[in-house]
């Protein structure tokens, strides 16, 4: 048999939602074969190993096996694929492939990651393929690339208007993550006149199915989704098609906020508009999922101490984004530390106080964690208006001196029999106590008053309120006892 | 001046996005009028001030005045305003209120809020009401109601068959999340009979701006957006204009799933077929922004030891939702009190070794949440597929070594300083060091372990991980201690 036996491979969906590549072929390497395996457990196929196949085939210069492999999965997948290759095989692939297939890859990837396969381009396709990318991921292209490099790509593109009218925005503000308004009407026109409009702007549109409607000054007055006006007799004057826009954000508007808002009155597209009120962009919901991901994940790193981090970060990285909080908690530690240090006498009368310092600041540390959660997501997600965040608190107040309660008086008891010395039991019962009651009023207060001064609630962290606790926990625990002790020696 | 002056209210929205209302008015209620005011830090109205206005004036008998301002909000905000009220005064304005804004308002609530407050309706509008609600919206709904009142409401239902075909599916499945598939064509047809299915069925459907192409078996062999129909000409055969389909996801496939799918190959709706792979129904992507921040949510809160909880739950829901990680908790810090007591005789030798307790355990359980946290958020958007949770498992156990060597080198050294004795030092930093390795390897195994046996990763919780560190912290720290005091003292 031949070395260049055909491949044939197709990319299949079945019914439990799973990706994977069949490959049936006679004489292909064997183990670049065996590699492309299905993983069970995440129902998707290993693309690394795909980019494996993909790099072997290349470097035996079986080029066109190599493209028409990659050509059978989809765009996201591409993408996927690309980033794993060695920089000079991302050349030698980029070059074979048509522009439309390099817009979509490039429409997948991450702006960094996008400016960097972007400047591998030869410069016979490179214009074109930017020309035809959507002015949102033109303009974030740009924005990562070297300023040099931005000011000679825009200097040849056909549309360069509509990217340098996005440029200005910050990458996490609506102005950023806003399109062009292409599909708009006069709210003093008719159906025909909307379906034309929208046939000019067919091309430059992306998916955006809504048109929105303006007056004479461009400002936003109603909106009309494409099927009504596909199904209307052209000759429908538009105020009788439209509806009213609930809401529109300004151009400085966070990306966040703009994911809440699309979120509380399910739209699907927002109008974004500058200070005079005209209508300068438009967000598409589906673009704000990956947000709303983003934006959770900030917050969840941002609980447990460190900064957002993707699993495949460099060590280097991983460890430059931890090492802040990890430093800082080591000062709190040696803070509590110092607290114990006070009563250090004591503990060598009563050794035994030492075993029971774990049980004080774990329980605080736990139920802190608990209400900052609560309290930063219930921020994130808008859900604490108004004077709903002192509702909150107290109800965390509230809730601590329950928890207090029965902890307490758990512990109280568990200590009493324990070591058999009640009065003991009892301080670690009221230490307790006084700790859970700090920690939902510690963990709450410290978000809401972080979010009343204008700084993200997130920044709280777990490491600050578990450090309130410990010291309120050691001086209660370690306090009461010296007297006791102290008092029973004399 | 007469006591029934004219209200003159409406919504309105400013350029930095927030939302207000303004009421001129003359004799009206003083106070009433006071309450409702905008609050600057988060932007948006006070609706329970609004719902207070409403209530004052139905309890005045000013009915039309509370329809008028009610009237004047978007229906997110009237269902918000609406459940502020107690359940008579809801009852009162819910039967002056006119069917389509009845069903608006249903739309945006939570089935379980929706279904307390259809069971409020008279007789003489609920069937109406629930024909007029999308299927998935009424079967959500019916799903919430007593089994009894359900099929009642069934029995009068005009479409029944359409949640009959949704309500055999759980909630939180891609059949539970479905529309029936409202919008579809043969591949044999042309763009005109497209045109025509859409107008048939544009009451039914909501705002989906898909459609799709079947085969002669109802499978789905591509999909069309609305905006190519209407601009094709009518004579266009379908497969001409259809792009193919990346993927579709299983009846039975998990909300999450269809989460992680729609944001890979960002699409606006995903088919979900049976298994017979026929398209059975259609998941908009903007109803799953709103199951993307609840699957985060619901993280955020698995690793903090607690359920999902609203801001606004009762206590008595608070205490059940967060008291059995506190007691897991409680019985983990006893196990490391446990350790602590066996060195009970070294402590009473050297009481300054109780105050470094706290700088080992604080440390070990940043270091541990930190990896906690990255390896559950990476599982839940399905960034470690097939091998790479291996990779990350590795990464972070350098990482730990990489942070115990630093971070013990620098409490040795504060250590020694701090209470002159250089062999303390030593033991502490030791202990730091195999407490961070521990804090790695545990932090990231626990979630990459549940995952294997088809667990949720997030149950494993920072409490679980705390305990790891702490035990191992304090075996470390004392056992070492014991052994350099008591060959001192021999």
């Known amino acids: 048999?031949?070395?260049?036996?055909?491949?044939?491979?197709?990319?299949?969906?079945?019914?439990?939602?799973?990706?994977?590549?069949i490959m049936s072929e006679e004489n292909f390497s064997e183990t670049a074969l065996h590699n492309i395996s299905v993983s069970d457990s995440t129902k998707t196929v290993d693309l690394s190993k795909v980019?494996?196949?993909?790099?072997?085939?290349?470097?035996?210069?079986?080029?066109?096996?190599?493209?028409?492999?990659?050509?059978?999965?989809?765009?996201?997948?591409?993408a996927e694929i690309l980033i794993e290759m060695p920089r000079l095989l991302q050349y030698s692939l980029l070059k074979t492939l048509e522009v439309e297939s390099i817009r979509e890859i490039l429409s997948t990837l991450d702006p960094s990651v996008a400016a960097s396969i972007y400047s591998l381009l030869p410069e016979t396709i490179n214009t074109t393929v930017l020309n035809e990318l959507s002015a949102d991921v033109a303009?974030?292209?740009?924005?990562?690339?070297?300023?040099?490099?931005?000011?000679?790509?825009?200097?040849?593109?056909?549309?360069?208007?509509?990217?340098l009218s996005l440029i200005v925005y910050p990458d996490d503000s609506a102005g950023g993550l806003m399109l062009p308004p292409y599909n708009v009407v006069k709210a003093t026109r008719t159906a025909g006149v909307a379906l034309d409009a929208l046939r000019l702007a067919s091309e430059a549109t992306t998916d955006i199915n809504i048109m929105f409607v303006i007056d004479d000054n461009f400002r936003p007055v109603g909106y009309l989704s494409i099927k009504k006006i596909a199904l209307a007799r052209a000759s429908t004057p538009i105020p009788t098609l439209m509806k009213p826009i609930p809401i529109t954000v300004s151009v400085s508007a966070d990306q966040e906020e703009c994911v809440r808002i699309i979120e509380r009155y399910d739209l699907q597209c927002l109008g974004v508009t500058n200070p005079s009120g005209q209508l300068v962009g438009v967000i598409d919901s589906e673009d704000l999922l990956d947000v709303a991901e983003?934006?959770?994940?900030?917050?969840?790193?941002?609980?447990?101490?460190?900064?957002?981090?993707?699993?495949?970060?460099?060590?280097?990285?991983?460890?430059?984004?931890?090492?802040?909080?990890?430093?800082i908690n080591l000062a709190t530690t040696f803070a509590a530390a110092g607290i114990i240090q006070l009563f250090e006498s004591t503990i060598a009368k009563a050794a035994v106080?030492?075993?029971?310092?774990?049980?004080v600041a774990g329980q605080?540390?736990?139920?802190?964690?608990?209400?900052?959660?609560?309290?930063?997501r219930s921020i994130a997600l808008g859900e604490l208006p108004g004077n709903r965040g002192r509702k909150l608190l107290l109800h965390e107040a509230t809730l601590g001196i329950l928890n207090g309660i029965y902890l307490g008086l758990v512990v109280a008891i568990i200590c009493s029999l324990w070591i058999g010395n009640p009065l003991i039991g009892l301080v670690l019962g009221v230490a307790m106590f006084g700790n859970m009651v700090i920690a939902g009023v510690v963990g709450a207060s410290i978000p809401l008053i972080l979010r009343k001064i204008r700084q993200d609630p997130a920044i709280s962290s777990a490491v600050v309120v578990t450090t309130f606790t410990d010291i309120v926990g050691f001086l209660l625990f370690l306090g009461l006892a010296s007297l006791i002790i102290n008092n029973a020696s004399t």
């Open 353 to 359: 106080l030492a075993v029971f310092l774990p049980v």
């Open 51 to 78: 980019s494996d196949v993909i790099i072997n085939l290349l470097e035996q210069e079986l080029n066109e096996n190599a493209l028409d492999l990659f050509a059978s999965f989809h765009p996201v997948d591409k």
């Open 1 to 21: 048999m031949n070395h260049k036996t055909k491949l044939d491979y197709r990319m299949f969906c079945i019914s439990r939602n799973f990706i994977g590549v």
């Open 139 to 163: 303009t974030d292209i740009l924005r990562a690339l070297p300023e040099v490099d931005a000011q000679a790509a825009l200097d040849k593109m056909d549309h360069a208007e509509d990217v």
């Open 294 to 327: 983003a934006e959770a994940s900030e917050d969840m790193f941002k609980i447990a101490g460190m900064s957002t981090e993707k699993p495949q970060a460099s060590i280097s990285k991983s460890l430059r984004g931890r090492a802040p909080w990890l430093v």
């Open 364 to 376: 605080g540390g736990i139920g802190g964690t608990q209400t900052l959660t609560l309290t930063v």
